[in-house]
């Protein structure tokens, strides 16, 4: 008779020492295979051989079996799944890729991949011509990305960095063959980087980011600020600011300088020279606004209009007007009358703070009626809506902008008071040197990389450009890498995304824009693209490609 079983212990376990035991004599043990068919456990599921498989392999190193069921197609990744590897690396899987190189990362489609084009075609739609819009948007970091390697832009010897710098300081415009063939051994071509990598700030504070400003508390905290406490000091810093400042603005009247920025803790500006934008008189773009500051321009005699507010009030009512077209129609095809259609709905625009209805009614002295100040802010209820939006931009014109110079210099809001940011001037950035500016130079490293295709792998190289790339900047670098890259190249680009709105068309389409800025020290390429009309609206260029010397790109 058996033994019986103790409380909580199972016949049926085996130790670890004596499990291990029995898993080494499997291999040696020689037996009847099929005894050893027929006595083996039937499998309780289709998931019974997965379980069995390694699961320390990969799709890559998995032994391939010639009689292996089918399986079914493994579901894509969704678009824009953020992926952890490296940036140039492309996804396994034939109908996906994936660049990750920013936190944002861009789902792309699979294509039969060659020479000219290294990586696969964003699934967006894209735009496509000789020359790429104008983007007035500030940029915070461009990836260009290319089969041909980026080798010529490392390692710039001391001549040919003083002589970028030379050609920027004398706008010299340089002229490169349409295709160099040994972009490393040329100099005119390395010169030509670096001249367009420079660019002017001020105030110049080196342990300091001075841009972004707008939501940079964050990043300025805990940084030395000796002025935060220091009146005097403050005032000797916005003294020297308004010096700096007033240049500018005399080069710019002067079409010595075609634009520059004025970037404030709580809202950035954007003056542009007679000529550019397609607009015939000076322009000047402040984005974004609030009601307060925009009533304080109004109390100083600043003539401005808010063009994206207007147009947006003007598509609503051609929709409405459209909307009771429609109606009429149907009303009228159902049987009914002109009469039967009902009125539009009364707006708040449309009330003027009469109350003569109230004394047709005979209660005018029952009801309380609402004080001035409320009947104001009622009708201005869409306006204070677009605060701290893109649609708050306010554009002003001609002999407005001096008027504005001086009431930003005298604007208490310009400077924030407390915070990261308090008693810090505003940042100045500009194309052309000017009096208190600082020369800096864009921040560009090499990367170069593997990605996968369908045939095998293939060498990816990348240019990275860090810094506050001006519109000018990203123009003069595509010159550059046209030649340099055989006139293939893509970029992806991280605009500064308040500034977007800044591609608002500044001037009326019919406007006669005179072309008299050859002496404003941009290249005459690039200063003919930035002469035209934005088209962007309230975006900005995300992705830029060049393909035999043509451009496609997506906004």
Known sequence: MAAPAEPGHSPGFKKPPALLRLKRKRPGRRSDPATEAAAAPAPRGPSAAARRRNPFSS???????????????????????PSTAPFWQVGSSPGSAVLSSHPSAIALSSQPLDLHSPLAVAQVPSSSGQEFPADWSIKTRVLFMS????????????????QGFAQHCRATETSLPQSVQEPRLCTELRCAFQQSLVYWLHPSLPWLPLFP???ADRRLAGKACPWAQDEALQQELMSDWSVSFTS?????????????????AQFSVL???????????????????????????????????????EESRTRKQKN?????????????????????????????????????????????????????????????????QVD????????????????????????????????????????????????????????????SGRARVQGGFEDVFSLEVLGPILPHALHAL??????????????????????????????????????DLPACGLHPKTLDQLSQCPTLGKSSLRLLEMKDYAYTWKA
């Open 59 to 81: 799709l890559d190193n998995a032994p391939q079996r010639a009689a292996a069921a089918p399986q079914p197609p493994a579901a894509s990744p969704a678009v824009g799944d």
């Open 478 to 515: 595509t010159l550059v890498l046209g030649p340099a890259q055989r006139g293939a190249f893509r970029a992806l680009l991280s605009p500064h995304e308040p500034s977007a709105a800044f591609n608002t068309r500044p001037a009326p389409p019919q406007e006669a824009v005179p072309q």
């Open 320 to 384: 409405s007007e459209e909307g009771l077209e429609t109606g009429a129609a149907d009303g009228l095809a159902a049987g009914g009358s002109v009469e039967d259609v009902g009125e539009p709905a009364p707006s708040d625009d449309d009330d003027d703070g009469s109350f003569s209805w109230l004394e047709e009614m005979g209660v005018q002295d029952k009801v309380k009626k609402p004080d001035t100040i409320s009947i104001q802010l009622r009708k201005e209820k869409q306006e204070v």
């Open 213 to 215: 400003r707008l939501g």
């Open 271 to 309: 003056f542009r020279a007679a000529g550019l934008a397609g607009s015939a008189v000076p322009s000047a773009t402040i984005v974004p606004t609030t009601r307060g500051l925009r009533e304080a321009m109004r109390s100083e005699g600043i003539e401005f209009s808010l063009p994206l507010l």
């Open 147 to 162: 089969s041909q390697p980026f080798s010529w832009a490392e390692h710039l010897k001391a001549q040919e960095e003083a």
């Open 388 to 447: 701290h939006r893109p649609e708050s931009l306010v554009l002003v014109r001609g002999s407005n902008t001096f008027t504005l110079l001086n009431f930003l210099i005298s604007c208490r809001s310009l400077v924030a008071v407390a915070g990261p940011q308090a008693g810090l001037p505003p940042t100045l950035l500009s194309p052309v040197a000017f009096r208190g500016g600082t020369m800096q130079t864009l921040k560009a490293r090499t990367v």
């Open 248 to 264: 500018l603005y005399n080069l710019l009247r002067a079409r010595l300088c075609p634009y520059f920025y004025v970037c404030a």
